[in-house]
């Protein structure tokens, strides 16, 4: 197994880079990077045992699963990745459709060393997970999705314009009814970097923490930070909406898929998308479990790390 540990000299200046960050969990993880599929993707590896990848999404990086790696990492090689477009990884000007990326994520395992690996995705990683399922069952063992599905044909059916009932400044409501405004904004070409540039990425940031989170300082100042820096820079925003303006793709990919053989975990938070992802995964796999997760919006590792890893060891064995 190749794992090239990137050597960071972690100054007072380097509190928030990638292996200081990484340094600061228990269980010895270490920041690396790996050339695979044809980019460079940044991963965060700890612990000893099977494979379990953790796949983060929008608008974070791998360090929104800090609460839960220590824990899982008991159990299993704990990989958390920067997907294409995040954090430390490449962001190339395309492949951000999620077959693709579940490509990417099936060549790091290869370069591991393993034949098979466990999956979870949260947000845009949970979308990247099922597809790694779809596409590489004979590499799945089981996957796990944190409250969000892949695109279908049901998202075409989202309005831009809120109902008369809706809540346009608070996302703590029914799951897929909520506002998500955003969809709409990271379908702009070039608009976003001009608008989010020199520091102002912090204040979405804040905006989509404080109105998606049931209790919003579960993400931390330090962590609000990480996020903020990751997206501070034109391409990384760029990068980030990439994953937004695939959904057309995405959608016409799921298309040709069949129903998941692996083992499908969906958990959703219960001021989030609980509601949602009961209606709707059970006709994605033939063996899907729904699991509620208690006073939780749509951040589930920060908000509730322990419930998190409560349901993920019960499901992963």
């Known amino acids: 197994m190749s794992e090239d540990v990137i050597m960071t000299d972690t100054t007072a200046t380097e509190t928030l880079s990638d292996a200081a960050l990484a340094a600061s969990l228990e269980a010895g993880f ?44 008991r159990r299993y090689r704990v990989i958390a990745v920067d997907l294409r477009g995040m954090g430390g990884s490449d962001k190339p000007v395309d492949g951000y459709d999620k077959k693709t990326m579940a490509a990417d994520i099936r060549a790091l395992v ?24 779809a596409n590489h069952s004979d590499a799945t063992d089981k ?9 279908d044909e049901g998202w075409q059916q989202f309005g831009l314009l809120p109902e008369p009932d809706q809540h346009v400044n608070s996302m703590i409501e029914a799951g897929a009814r909520s506002y998500l405004w955003w969809f709409a904004f990271n379908q702009v070409q070039s ?6 540039g020199d520091g102002r990425m912090r204040l979405l940031v804040d905006w989509l923490f404080d109105r998606q989170a049931e209790v919003p300082t579960a993400i931390d100042e330090r962590s609000r930070q990480v996020y903020a820096n990751a ?38 938070g219960d001021k989030s998308n609980y509601d949602y992802l009961r209606s709707l995964m059970p006709a994605k796999g033939t063996d899907v479990t729904v699991v509620e997760i208690a006073d939780c919006g749509h ?15 019960g499901f992963l064995g």
């Open 30 to 73: 270490t920041s690396h990077s790996a050339e695979v599929n044809g980019v460079r993707l940044h991963y965060v590896a700890g612990g000893a045992g099977a494979p379990l990848l953790l796949l983060g999404g929008w608008p974070q990086t791998w360090w929104q699963w800090h609460k839960v790696m220590p824990a899982l990492a």
């Open 110 to 133: 290869a370069h591991l060393g393993w034949e098979s690996a466990s999956i979870v995705g949260h947000d845009i990683g949970a979308m990247v997970a099922y597809a790694y399922a």
């Open 143 to 151: 996957i796990a999705l944190l409250d969000v599905p892949h695109p």
């Open 191 to 196: 608009l976003p970097e001009l608008l989010l």
């Open 231 to 268: 997206y501070s820079g034109a391409d990384a925003i760029r990068a980030g909406n990439s994953w937004y303006r695939t959904f057309g793709r995405d959608i016409a990919d799921q298309r040709g898929y069949a129903r998941v053989a692996a083992p499908i975990l969906a958990l959703g």
């Open 299 to 313: 951040y589930l590792p920060e908000e509730q790390p322990h419930a998190v890893v409560e349901a993920l060891l």
